[in-house]
């Protein structure tokens, strides 16, 4: 992978001069990882959150891996130049493809002390142990898919559990513009599930391996015999965390305690406010935020 990004180095004295607290930032291409943010919230409502979408430039899935490693390596400089000492990639795409160089190869050079997450890792092991026929289904972005991150995790913790996994190109862009609830949306949403359930009929246990899919859950579940579960990652993703905070103190303590949050897009406002109400079922202000 190419390593070309000009990264922000006015972190690093940092590393000197003491650790200032700051909230915890959430990061997604999109609107999803609002659905990991309100599970994270329910968990840890003391603490203060920024939540950053890259809008802009959504969708990921779809996208190379130098590019999608590039974008989230932006999101994330622009995260630790707001305060934040933790950030969770609320984005199975940006886990998937760019996670791993940033811990190895970006953080000793922008802050050793600091620390991102993925939701990959946490959901593997959580649904790696639910199954009993050790057959298990994935619903994911193209790029998640084609990553071959969740079989390749899974295989280091549980070798004897096979994952079969499905592209849903059209399942982000019907959430994200609100026709989800949609006949149209039915049809993707049949085709892809059945699929997946034909491909391997011994699955019993589904993965949605994308921080959209819980608003179609519902659909998902009708289309499926009650042996078969499905998983969403939201509260899987919130247990790890509060389980790292408890592992790891020291980053507890430079992580603000108010209660607040604040919302950043890369687009505009107004459609953020508007779209994210379909995740939070709640009204929000947004801020406007550049990356360059």
């Known amino acids: 992978m190419k390593k070309n990004v000009k990264t922000n180095t006015c972190l690093i004295p940092l590393q000197g001069l003491g650790v200032v607290p700051g909230p915890i930032g959430i990061f997604d291409s999109g609107y999803g990882g609002l659905t990991i943010l309100e599970k994270i919230r329910t968990e840890l409502p003391e603490y203060d959150f920024v939540y950053l979408g890259d809008n802009a430039r959504t969708p990921y899935g779809t996208r190379s891996f130098d590019v999608v490693y590039k974008y989230t390596l932006e999101c994330v400089t622009k995260l630790f130049e707001m305060g934040c000492q933790l950030v969770v990639l609320a984005c199975n795409t940006a886990s998937a493809k760019a996670l791993r160089t940033i811990q190895q190869h970006d953080l000793p050079l922008l802050d050793a002390n600091r620390r991102v997450l993925g939701v990959i890792r946490p959901t593997v092991e959580a649904v790696g142990a639910m199954t009993k026929s050790k057959h298990i289904g994935l619903l994911a972005t193209t790029g998640t898919v084609q990553s071959n991150s969740y079989p390749l995790e899974i295989q280091k913790l549980y070798n004897d559990v096979i994952v ?89 303590e430079r992580c603000t305690k108010n209660g607040s949050i604040r919302y950043f897009t890369t687009e505009s406002v107004e459609k953020f406010a508007s ?17 360059g």
């Open 275 to 291: 779209s994210a109400s379909v995740f939070l079922n709640d009204e929000i202000q947004a801020e406007h935020i550049d990356l």
């Open 164 to 252: 079969t996994s499905e592209a849903c190109p059209m399942w982000v862009p019907l959430i994200e513009n609100n026709e989800y609830l949609s006949k149209g949306a039915d049809y993707f949403i049949r085709k892809n599930v059945l699929h997946l359930i034909e491909s391997d009929a011994q699955i019993d246990t589904i993965m949605l391996g994308c921080t959209h899919y819980p608003l179609l859950e519902d659909k998902i579940k009708s289309l499926l015999s009650e042996r078969i579960q499905v998983v969403s990652q939201g509260e899987i993703v919130a247990r790890s965390l509060v389980d790292y905070l408890q592992r790891h103190p020291e980053m507890d």
